[in-house]
């Protein structure tokens, strides 16, 4: 057997002895067992009532799912409970002997006299804050997100007793790709996997070929990803070099894929392409489709979730088929924003939180989300989404990628479209190729009256959203 690095240590053992001999809070884990008694049987099976109701006079969309029973227990607890599901898990501690980049040292963990995780901590679970992510500030200043541990937990299992309820222990395998230090990452791929068993194989950054690497020798099944490495997987030449036959769902998130890019990535990888929804607000996730996927849409409200749309002038709120901001309300919204109090009230009112998005849900109950409030272009009284426009010029064949805004043109006008476009390499693109191509595609109303700039690439978060603002800079 080959020696482990001196920095890495496995310990494969049972989860039950291991973190009881770590963590040994035997009054906390009852009453976690109580808690979990108490839980529904849940249902992965779509509900018999149809999931848009009227209440008080309003079209209120629900989860097509069984509404949980969601623990009241400290986070810790909740994840150790899931562990010891799983009797052969493994659990792998990074530790350092010496000095290491990326660890902890070892003799640091040895001079904790207890106090790191005292016996008679108590936990208020829905008021006291887990994690303190931020928002992306895409449009503004980033702003920090209270998310309790009632929050986290309640969107794990909306998670793992809903649509990735299908995920197997010992079957399944799932890559860590995205940051763990984003709220995708966090929740979705690391809790999540962790808490259903699967194996999860994790990579520093994405890198082409280690990634796709990594997919050929771990066959994996199931990827969480964002629209950025959705345009690499449909048009990358390096795809053709690895065998990603194993890839079963691809899930993307963070930001609309469009219907175009969603069926060229199928056709080509041969897998399901999945699209799901959600804020840093929301823990991060209140919609979420399922294989065989509704293409165009974000799926379903997950468990416990409610929905409404209304309109953005009046607030009325709006029926199927008919477009505004998007409200949600749930167990997994926030608790608000760190020392902001008036952003908070901005952004949840009457009990609903306003997410800024505008969208529409049709008879079935599946939504479909088209862009940003604060994105929205107008242009003599018209609206135009620059997502459907970004998702349309991605069909262009010498595209890599794309990025649209609107700039100030007369005032009697307002703002007009532009677009950043980024040309595959190695071929031959001009302005006018993509001019001629939109106008060809689009209402009057929605032409590049703004022009299109050539560039070298789009800026972005780490978790795939456009960064408007450096874009109108470029």
């Known amino acids: 057997m080959a020696a482990i690095p001196r920095s890495l240590r496995i310990f494969p053992a049972s989860c039950t002895r291991l973190t009881r001999q770590l ?26 009532v149809p999931p848009i109701t ?8 629900r989860s097509p799912y069984a509404d949980l029973s969601i623990p009241q227990c400290s986070f810790a607890e909740y994840v150790f409970e899931q562990l010891d599901n799983f009797s052969d898990f493994a659990l792998m501690l990074i530790i350092s002997i010496g000095n290491s980049d990326g660890a902890i040292p070892f003799s640091l963990l040895m001079e904790d006299d207890g106090k790191a995780f005292p016996e008679n901590t108590d936990i208020n679970s829905k008021e006291d804050i887990l994690v303190l992510p931020y928002s992306s500030g895409t449009t503004g200043l980033p702003k920090g997100v209270m998310l309790s541990h009632y929050n986290i937990i309640a969107n794990i299992e909306q998670l793992i007793r809903g649509p990735m309820s299908h995920l197997t222990a010992g079957k399944d395998s799932l890559i860590g790709v995205l ?37 050929q020798q771990n066959k994996i099944s199931y990827m969480h990803l964002v629209p950025p490495l959705a345009l690499f997987m449909a048009k990358s030449p390096l795809v053709d070099n690895f065998d990603v036959s194993t890839v079963q769902n ?37 919609h979420y489709d399922r294989s065989p996927a509704k293409i165009g849409t974000v799926g379903h409200l997950v468990p416990s979730t409610l929905g409404k749309v209304i309109d953005v002038h009046t607030g009325k709120t709006l029926g199927a088929g008919e477009t505004g901001e998007v409200l949600l309300a749930g167990p997994q919204i926030m608790l608000g924003y760190l020392k902001n109090q008036s952003a908070t009230d901005d952004m949840v009112r009457d009990g609903w939180l306003h997410s800024g998005d505008i969208g529409h ?44 805004i609107g700039i100030q043109a007369a005032e009697d ?53 456009i960064l408007r603002r450096e874009v109108k800079n470029m």
């Open 413 to 465: 006008v307002g703002e007009v479209p532009k677009a950043y476009v980024v040309p595959k390499p190695g071929v031959t693109l001009t302005e006018e190729d993509i001019t001629h191509f939109v106008d060809a595609n689009v209402a009057p109303y929605k032409k590049l009256r703004g022009g299109v700039k050539l560039i070298d690439s789009i800026p972005k978060t780490a978790s795939g959203k």
């Open 23 to 48: 963590f040994p809070k035997p009054n906390h884990r009852n009453k976690l067992s109580q808690a979990r008694s108490t839980c529904l049987h849940y249902s992965t099976d779509k509900r018999s």
């Open 179 to 215: 940051p763990f230090y984003h709220i995708y990452g966090m929740v979705v791929v690391q809790f999540g996997s962790v808490c259903l068993g699967t194996k999860l194989v994790t990579i520093p950054k994405f890198e082409p070929e280690p990634f796709l690497s990594a997919i």
């Open 361 to 404: 849900f049709d008879e079935e109950g599946y939504f479909m989300i088209t862009d940003r409030l604060k994105e929205l272009i107008k242009y003599k009284g018209f609206q135009v989404a620059p997502a459907e426009l970004e998702a349309l010029i991605c069909t262009h064949p010498a595209v890599a990628d794309v990025a649209v």
């Open 54 to 61: 009227n209440v008080n006079g309003e079209t209120i969309v």
């Open 250 to 286: 691809m899930v993307f998130g963070a930001a609309p894929l469009g219907a175009g890019l969603t069926q060229e990535l199928m056709n080509r990888i041969g897998a399901n392409v999945i699209q799901a929804y959600g804020l840093t607000e929301t823990s991060p996730v209140s």
